[in-house]
């Protein structure tokens, strides 16, 4: 493809390994916040992954877990209060500069920054999570090197489905091919095409092994990747 007029960045698994021990924790903590004895350790959460979204995994578990949980009247409000929590120790873990940005990441921002290119965020993830990792890792003032940012609960259909990436290139006024996405996970590279938008994949802890087929490049990493070797 010719040089993209924007990159569109996913988050957890691609700018930074937030799941295992950012977003885990803080579902187990949120768990242990409200009294529950559910702990989900690094295999089962991998698994729990293929629900994307923090809200409808915890409700997937409920229901296949714990199925008396699920049937209480009041169980969209712990869904909700749980997630809450979440956010909650999730922001505070960031906060504590304890997850870094994958290798290259920094430097292939600064170089579409520099050639004016311009820059997007599309994810499953709540808003408040993107920002506190923009700030922690890159630089406080990086939210707002970011055109658009997509998260959460804007789209009703998560990743794999398409809306998350249609409603970035609806506000960026560009078409899917004079884009570019960057991606960790199978799901997230099917929301990508499925919108159009040809896509890179730096394969993540927790995704080796998934099945990339249609992406442009499927890379270990950004490291010493530049725009270029990455779009053509
Ligand atoms: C990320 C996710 C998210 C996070 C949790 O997927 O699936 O659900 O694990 O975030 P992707 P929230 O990288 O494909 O966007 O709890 O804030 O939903
Ligand atoms: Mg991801």
């Known amino acids: 493809m010719n040089a993209p007029q924007a990159i569109i960045f996913d988050v957890d698994g691609t700018l930074?390994?937030?799941?295992?021990?950012g977003h885990r924790p803080a579902f187990n903590?949120?768990?242990?916040e409200?009294?529950?004895?559910w702990r989900w350790d690094e295999e089962l959460y991998g698994r729990l992954l293929d629900i994307t979204g923090g809200k409808e995994r915890i409700r997937?578990?409920?229901?296949v877990a714990a199925p008396a949980i699920a049937a209480r009247p009041d169980f969209n409000e712990l869904v909700k209060k749980l997630h809450a929590a979440k956010t909650k120790y999730y922001v505070r873990l960031?906060?504590?500069g304890r997850l870094a940005l994958r290798p290259g990441v920094a430097s292939l921002i600064a170089e579409a920054r520099r050639a004016g290119i311009r820059l997007a965020i599309a994810t499953t993830t709540s808003p408040e999570n993107v920002d506190a990792l923009l700030r922690a890792s890159l630089a406080p003032e990086s939210p707002g090197w970011f055109e658009v940012i997509g998260a959460g609960d804007v789209v009703p259909a998560k990743k794999p489905a398409p809306d998350i990436y249609l409603w970035v290139l609806a506000r960026l006024g560009l078409p899917a091919s004079a884009c570019l996405a960057v991606e960790d996970s199978a799901n997230g590279l099917h929301s990508a095409?499925?919108?159009g938008i040809p896509?890179?994949?730096?394969?993540g802890e927790y995704t080796a092994g998934q099945d990339f087929a249609g992406a442009l490049r499927v890379l270990d990493n950004l490291q010493g990747q530049s725009l270029k070797a990455i779009s053509s």
Do not use: C, I, K, Y
């Not at 903590?29 to 242990?32: D, E, N």
């Not at 997937?60 to 229901?63: N, P, Q, V």
């Not at 896509?199 to 394969?203: A, L, N």
């Open 199 to 203: 896509t890179v994949v730096t394969v």
């Open 94 to 96: 960031v906060e504590q």
């Open 16 to 21: 930074a390994e937030t799941e295992r021990d």
């Open 60 to 63: 997937h578990f409920a229901e």
């Open 29 to 32: 903590q949120a768990f242990a």
């Open 34 to 37: 409200h009294g529950l004895s």
């Open 193 to 195: 095409l499925a919108a």
